[in-house]
């Protein structure tokens, strides 16, 4: 069973920096993509960041664009999301998901329906 396990959440002032890292294991293939997505108390879980592990395709939400980048390391099966400018609006759980055996494209690359694989999650806090 695969199993996505995330870290380096905290606590950072406004305009600082955290980088999470979401290792998968368990798949005895590689997933075709894995995102971060987040959800702050009383919204809904939205997409932040994509990737397509084998093209290394990335997609943004605007409201992170320019601020946070999406990479991956295949041979680690971990993806990483560097976050810089951190704002309070920022603040939430962050999880990551993965698509495993299932074909999906970058229209929906940051919907929460094509991922079928998630992590527990890791909260992000800022503060102003």
């Known amino acids: 069973e695969v199993q996505l396990v995330e870290s380096g959440g905290g606590s950072v002032q406004t305009g600082g920096s955290l980088k999470l890292s979401c290792t998968a294991s368990?798949?005895?293939?590689?997933?075709?993509?894995m995102g971060w997505f987040r959800q702050a108390p009383g919204k809904e879980r939205e997409g932040v960041a994509s990737?397509?592990?084998?093209?290394?395709?990335?997609y943004y939400a605007d409201s992170v664009k320019g601020r946070f980048t999406i990479t991956r390391d295949n041979v680690k099966s971990t993806v990483y999301l560097q976050m810089n400018s951190l704002k309070p609006e920022d603040t939430a759980m962050y999880y990551c998901?993965?698509?495993?055996?299932?074909?999906?494209?970058?229209?929906?690359?940051?919907?929460?329906?094509?991922?079928?694989?998630w992590g527990q999650g890791t909260q992000v806090t800022v503060s102003s």
């Open positions: 990737i397509f592990t084998s093209s290394g395709s990335t």
């Open positions: 998901a993965a698509v495993y055996g299932r074909v999906v494209d970058g229209t929906r690359a940051l919907l929460v329906h094509p991922y079928n694989h």
């Open positions: 368990g798949a005895t293939y590689n997933s075709n993509m």
